[in-house]
């Protein structure tokens, strides 16, 4: 069992940046592949970036490559996500997940969500 809860969303301006955590309880937490999904209003969840167990393995969505960096910390169980060269497209919820498939791409593929974290980016 893997608890997440997100923090350090916000309202920036495009081309500002921002930190997203994700802090984790639960024995397990190291095992598994964890993920930032985002969603924006009347879309559908989608990956954003995945880490593996070992923080070697990592993917990206090609429309975040160069601009974001995802990473944990084990010994924390924490994920990261830093978010560059915002644009007002990046406005989103961003969810933290953890899941035990290594190429999972789909929402379906993570069994533990956090409630989200509001990033908004204005013009």
């Known amino acids: 069992q893997v608890q997440l809860v997100e923090s350090g969303g916000g309202l920036v301006q495009a081309g500002g940046s921002l930190r997203l955590s994700c802090a984790a309880s639960?024995?397990?937490?190291?095992?598994?592949?964890m993920a930032w999904f985002r969603q924006a209003p009347g879309k559908e969840r989608v990956l954003v970036a995945r880490?593996?167990?070992?923080?070697?393995?990592?993917y990206y969505a090609d429309f975040v490559k160069g601009r974001f960096t995802i990473s944990r910390d084990n010994g924390k169980k924490a994920v990261y996500l830093h978010l560059n060269s915002l644009k007002p497209d990046d406005t989103a919820v961003y969810y933290c997940?953890?899941?035990?498939?290594?190429?999972?791409?789909?929402?379906?593929?993570?069994?533990?969500w956090g409630q989200g974290t509001q990033v908004t980016i204005s013009l």
């Open positions: 997940a953890a899941g035990s498939s290594g190429g999972a791409v789909s929402p379906d593929g993570y069994h533990y």
């Open positions: 639960g024995r397990t937490f190291s095992t598994h592949v």
């Open positions: 880490v593996g167990w070992s923080a070697s393995s990592t």
